[in-house]
């Protein structure tokens, strides 16, 4: 055990007593994520370190300053934790600051996990385009044939192609809870996956060609824009949601691979907190989505389709690329 007055017990009660001096100053904006997470272990050793000392029975001034410390440290500790403005308070920095902070971070990660799934879409749409019957060797042969019977059906009715997505606005609230069940299970499948990175990336593959393919065949029968405006009302943000999820299980295995100068432990410590940060924006980004799908895309035309499309990709770059930005950055 460490005897009270230490080396190591000083250098801990130092970086405590600077953390609360600083916090006073600036408040909890002005700590690092590493400092937020070292804060309540350094609360922990100082509780520890008065109680030896308080055991040990002797030195009182020493005690008394260290007391002192504490009490504070307790009380700004209190303060972080407590009450439902300070949960609102933390849940506003989490989604309005330190989400976009890490999403921009981590952006080569999200970015190469995009440029996978849409150069796939589009190498496969292109091809399909060229060729209709690749479309039964790039996906699911079973998919493109029940697409082919619903535009054939649909042209000699004269609709417009809905996929699946015929189901009327009185089902809508079933089927949202369907779909959001769905896609939150879509959700998890993309990180475990991205735990193993060859599987995660052959998710994504998968995923591309099914996406450029199913498109590329409505486009045979002059249906690509109706199909498209319907699949990107939601998916703008779905799609997106799903990435994220994919880059958090990969923030993990950096840690587990690539520790750096950190031991593996202290690593996989602070990538969880990076990879809790990419996820905290998933679920509720496919919340929306499955609303969108279920009231939205199915229903509306094709320029309120484009509108929603449109918008969410606008809030999206916004949130993302400009969230967190400010003095404290």
């Known amino acids: 055990m460490t005897r009270p007055g230490g080396e190591e017990a000083e250098r801990a009660l130092a970086r405590l007593h600077a953390l609360v001096q600083r916090t006073r100053v600036a408040g909890w904006r002005g700590l690092t994520d590493e400092e937020l997470e070292l804060f309540p272990r350094l609360y922990r050793r100082a509780s520890t370190l008065v109680a030896e000392l308080e055991t040990a029975g002797q030195d009182e001034a020493r005690l008394r300053a260290r007391r002192a410390l504490l009490l504070e440290a307790h009380t700004l500790y209190r303060s972080r934790s407590g009450g439902a403005r300070e949960l609102l308070r933390a849940f506003g920095r989490l989604y309005l ?30 091809l399909v385009h060229s060729d209709l019957e690749l479309a039964f060797s790039l996906c699911s042969p079973d998919m493109i044939g029940k697409e082919i019977g619903q535009l054939v059906a649909g042209a000699e009715k004269g609709e417009s192609f809905r996929g699946n997505f015929t189901f009327g606005l009185g089902e809508s609230p079933m089927t949202a809870g369907w779909i959001m069940a769905h896609n939150m299970l879509v959700g998890l499948l993309f990180f475990a996956a991205a735990l193993v990175p060859p599987l995660f990336v052959m998710l994504l593959a998968l995923n591309g060609l099914m996406l450029g393919s199913y498109t590329a065949v409505a486009m045979h029968w002059g249906q690509g824009w109706e199909i498209s405006s319907i699949l990107w009302c939601h998916g703008t943000l779905e799609i997106q949601a799903i990435l994220l999820a994919g880059a958090g299980g990969l923030v993990l295995v950096r840690g587990w691979v690539a520790p750096g100068s950190w031991t593996r432990r202290h690593a996989m410590a602070l990538e969880s907190g990076r990879a809790l940060r990419l996820l905290a924006p998933v679920f509720p980004m496919l919340f929306l989505a499955g609303t969108i799908e279920a009231f939205v895309s199915p229903h509306a035309g094709l320029q309120v389709r484009l509108a929603v499309a449109g918008l969410s990709l606008v809030v999206m770059l916004l949130w993302f690329g400009f969230g967190g930005r400010g003095s404290d950055d």
């Not at 330190?98 to 996990?113: D, F, G, I, Q």
């Not at 996978?116 to 589009?122: E, K, P, R, S």
């Open 97 to 126: 600051v330190e989400v976009p902070r890490t999403v921009r971070a981590e952006w080569k990660l999200v970015a190469s996990s995009a440029a996978l799934m849409y150069g796939l879409a589009v190498l496969s749409a292109w």
